[in-house]
């Protein structure tokens, strides 16, 4: 049996609300999005596990960040559900500077619905490649 449509939109907000938390430095707000032995992995061989490094990571984004998410995907059942979406991450500039595009990738996720209220599991960001390769060693605030 598929999600119920209320689920499908909860866990839309879900996405929109990371994205708006991490990027306007609501570390502690952002890291409830997950459930508290959560992680979030993003083309490195360690991830981020844990409320507390999952605040500190979101602490430490640069506030010129801008996440921007594309094409959710949803599929579950029950109390459990997965889900892929498309990701841009921008840096913003002052005035007369260009806007600059740092990476690009597709996020899939596991989620669990627990009291009513959905939280990820798992965040696992795969970036695309190409010439995004170099960038991941070097760009903050992914």
């Known amino acids: 049996m598929a999600l119920p449509v209320e689920d499908i939109l ?10 708006h938390l991490i990027d306007s430095g609501s570390a502690e707000a952002w890291a409830q999005l997950f459930v508290p032995d959560g992680t979030l992995e ?4 360690e991830g981020v596990k844990g409320h507390e490094d999952l605040v ?3 602490a430490a984004i640069n506030p ?5 998410i594309s094409n959710l995907s949803i599929d579950g059942e029950g109390d459990e559900a ?8 921008y840096y913003t500039a002052p005035p007369g500077q260009p806007r600059e595009l740092i990476i690009t ?22 970036p695309d ?3 995004w390769a170099p960038a991941l060693e070097t760009t903050p605030g992914i």
């Open 42 to 45: 993003f083309g490195m061989p």
């Open 64 to 68: 010129a960040t801008r996440h921007v």
């Open 129 to 131: 490649m190409g010439d």
């Open 82 to 89: 997965s889900a892929r979406v498309y990701l841009e991450v």
């Open 105 to 126: 990738g597709v996020y899939r996720d596991h989620l669990r619905k627990e009291d009513g209220r959905w939280r990820y599991v798992s965040r696992q960001m795969m």
């Open 10 to 19: 909860a866990i839309q907000k879900l996405a929109a609300d990371y994205n």
């Open 56 to 58: 500190a990571f979101a």
